[in-house]
């Protein structure tokens, strides 16, 4: 029979070794890099087109804090020019009045301005605040060459006998010389403002659309993005 020894090792057995460990190493996980950064953008210039009297200001604000890398530039139009100019690619996109041929373009409706009677402020029609179409009776109602609002019939009107201005401007210097009155959009009379004339809200007069329109085949991300303003859009919304 064997015999043990201390610690219950039996007499003639190899002693036993500590088995020496192998310290195991942690292998760091590979960390993210930074993104790429999205190279930069071209500069370039966003054409808006506007016609006299429209006010794209705000607008004009939004698309200078939302895409300061494009610049605006925003080009003039007389109203018989607006769709020649953006088909021969002058403008990306303008600022247009109603009615426009609309063929080849895409078109989006942005306000309707009131007409209002532009007059001397000597003119008895400044005394009051709003006018009919009534109160005109016995005026001369004088209608430059450059109007938008189209043939206007006012029962009990003078038609000028002299020819047409040229311009609403040279109208409006017509009526500052107290003769006749001349109807445009309200815009296009503060545009003309002069000390001696005043005008005088049309109830029921004609009034004049504007729209935002650009070519149909050109739709361009920035002109998709001044559509996504003009519509409201934040830049953290969606196209709709």
């Not at 064997?2 to 590979?30: F, L």
């Not at 003769?179 to 000390?195: D, N, T, W, Y």
């Not at 996504?228 to 196209?239: A, E, K, P």
């Amino acid at each position: 029979m064997a015999q043990t020894g201390r610690g219950g090792r039996r007499r003639g057995a190899p002693a036993r070794t500590a088995r020496a460990r192998t310290p195991q190493r942690r292998v760091p996980s590979p960390q993210p890099g930074p993104a790429p950064r999205p190279a930069p953008e071209e500069p370039r210039t966003f054409r808006l087109g506007a016609v006299a009297g429209a006010t794209p200001g705000k607008w004009i604000d939004r698309w200078r804090e939302r895409m300061p890398h494009v610049a605006l530039e925003l080009v003039p139009l007389a109203a018989e020019e607006q769709r020649t100019s953006i088909l021969a690619g002058d403008v990306d996109a303008a600022i247009v009045r109603l009615p426009i041929d609309r063929e080849d373009l895409h078109v989006i409706a942005l306000y309707d301005e009131e007409p209002v009677v532009v007059a001397s402020v000597d003119s008895a029609l400044t005394a009051a605040d709003e006018l009919d179409p009534e109160d005109l009776a016995g005026e001369v109602v004088i209608t430059p060459r450059d109007d938008v609002l189209g043939t206007l019939e006012l029962p009990g009107t003078e038609p000028p006998r002299f020819e047409a201005p040229e311009t609403t401007a040279d109208a409006i210097a017509t009526v500052a010389a107290g003769v006749g009155v001349v109807i445009v959009p309200m815009s296009l009379a503060r545009l003309h403002h002069r000390r001696d004339v005043t005008y005088r809200p049309l109830r029921g007069g004609p009034v004049s659309s504007v729209a935002l329109a650009w070519h149909a085949d050109r739709t361009t991300p920035d002109v998709d993005a001044f559509v996504g303003i003009v519509r409201g859009r934040t830049s953290n919304s969606s196209r709709g």
